[in-house]
Every structure is written in C-alpha cells, then in structure tokens.
Nanobody
Framework: QVQLVESGGGSVQAGGSLRLSCAASGYTGSSYCMGWFRQAPGKEREGVAAINSDSSTIYADSVKGRFTISKDNAKNTLYLQMNSLKPEDTAMYYC???????????????????WGQGTQVTVFS
C-alpha cells in the first residue's frame, strides 16, 4: 500500500513557475516508478512525466524543456518543477506510484495502482 499526498498547486501568471510535491508513505521497499499526470475539464487524463527506479526520466512532448521531475528518496517525496507555464498547462495534477513497477518507457496511467487526490494548477494569461 502506498499513500500519496500532493501539494504545491495554485494560480500563476503565464511564464511563471510552480513546484508540485507528492509525499509518499506506507511502503518501505526499494525504489519504484512514480509519475505525474494531469486532467483538464472535459479532457482525458494526460501523462506529464515519470521517473524510474534508476532515476531515468521521461516527459510528454508538451512539457519537455519546461518541466523537471525529480525524487528525494530520503524524504520519499516526488517533485515536479514547472517553469514557463502556459494557460494550456491548467489542470488538476495527480501523482501516481506503483512499487511493482521499476522501469517504464511510457507514461501510462494504466501502469499505476496508487494515486493521490490531486492538486489544482491554474495558469492565467
């Protein structure tokens, strides 16, 4: 069992930055894959970024060069640094994890069994 709690969302002007955090608890085993997803009203859930157990990362094309995913294993916390934000980044952002997943080359919600409650990001022009 993994419990995930996101924080750090908010409202920001286009071009600004936010850092999302996701605190994980309940599992004390080896490192595993974690990811960030987002869903805007009326749209399907979209994979944003993921980090594997070996710390390799993958990003959606829409955020490459602007967003950075990282993980502090000592704090069991996942981060998403979001720079140069655009209005189209507006969405509810979710953290996901699965201790049974060590490496993936795609960002797919189907791979994850544990999800946080989400944190809202609003970017205004």
């Amino acid at each position: 069992q993994v419990q995930l709690v996101e924080s750090g969302g908010g409202s920001v002007q286009a071009g600004g930055s936010l850092r999302l955090s996701c605190a994980a608890s309940g599992y004390t085993g080896s490192s595993y894959c974690m990811g960030w997803f987002r869903q805007a009203p009326g749209k399907e859930r979209e994979g944003v970024a993921a980090i594997n157990s070996d710390s390799s990362t993958i990003y959606a094309d829409s955020v490459k060069g602007r967003f950075t995913i990282s993980k502090d294993n000592a704090k069991n916390t996942l981060y998403l640094q979001m720079n140069s934000l655009k209005p189209e980044d507006t969405a509810m952002y979710y953290c996901a994890a699965d201790p049974g997943l060590k490496k993936s080359t795609v960002i797919s919600g189907w791979l994850y069994n544990y999800w946080g409650q989400g944190t809202q990001v609003t970017v205004f022009s």
